[in-house]
């Protein structure tokens, strides 16, 4: 999300040494899955990529790559809607291949859901797309168990993943469960089972947002953020790692499999994530909860 340019500008020379430098990265210490957006940067975070591959032969064989599609931002022609009809599904994916400068992607996942579009030519759709290998597996993003059912119900092809803003941070997805039958479970908007129905049917959970934007790992925003990095930067201590692995840890530690979605840039950042890319979280359950506290700011009901 953070390659190329949001302020409609070409990305020059600065992006593409930047793209360079953050995949080089995340090569180095053992990612190879890159997820995009047609939206991504209005298209440019895709094209700084697919420029990236071109000049890197082999490297395509070597990596998995995931985009997304479904949401239409603010502009000249419109407000900003979502958009999962089947012809614009069929339009953006070649855009994307055109800009990724391949022949065909590794996942497709739906942005978000079109309360517009019937599930059935979503789903057809998406079964077209799988039979010319255009996209070799397909999934979704922020949608709700019901929603994917309703999706699968109309494609032989596996939805494989959902990706969900999961983080120390966000934390809805993990509140829900336990404010069942208390008060404050109303106060809880993340649909009540999508997580234990994602492993019920081996769909991948990922995290979007994994890192919080960095809230707990230097740059925090309000009292309580502080206190959780205190602690986020105690374990790191006596784990001998980074805060960043501590926080992706947390969510890694999870029986649910989560898969966190990287979203930074910056390559000293993208470095110091390297034991959450190749080690099982060290995590006790004592400690596990002991971060989840400090982030609630307040004790278990």
Known sequence: MGLGR????TPDATDHASAEAAVAAALDIGITTFDHADIYGHGSA?????????????????IQIQTKCGIRLPGPDGPGIYD?????????????????????????????P????DPAEIGATLTSLYDEGLVLAVGVSNMSAAQITALQAHTSVPITANQL???????????????????????????????????????????????????????????????????????????????????????????????????????SRIRACADAATESPRLSHEQWYSLWLAARGAPLP
């Open 6 to 9: 949001w302020d409609g500008q």
């Open 46 to 62: 895709e094209a700084v990529f697919g420029d990236l591959l071109s000049r890197n032969g082999g490297l395509r064989a070597r």
């Open 114 to 117: 079109d309360p517009l579009t």
């Open 165 to 267: 803003e999961m983080s120390l941070l966000r934390r809805d997805w993990l509140e829900g469960g336990v404010l069942v039958n208390t008060a404050a479970s109303s106060e809880v908007g993340f649909p009540y089972g999508t997580v234990e129905f994602c492993r019920e049917q081996s769909i991948e959970l990922q995290a979007w947002g994994a890192l919080a934007n960095g809230r707990f790992t230097g740059a925090p925003q309000s009292g309580n953020d502080e206190q959780v990095a205190d602690l986020v930067a105690q374990l790191a201590e006596a784990h001998g790692t980074t805060p960043e692995t501590v926080v992706l840890w947390w969510l890694q530690r999870h029986p649910a499999a989560i898969r966190p979605v990287i979203g930074t840039t910056n390559p």
């Open 84 to 112: 999962l009809r089947p012809e614009t599904i069929r339009a953006r994916v070649h855009e994307s291949l055109d800009r990724l400068r391949t022949a065909y992607v590794d996942s497709l996942l739906l942005h978000r």
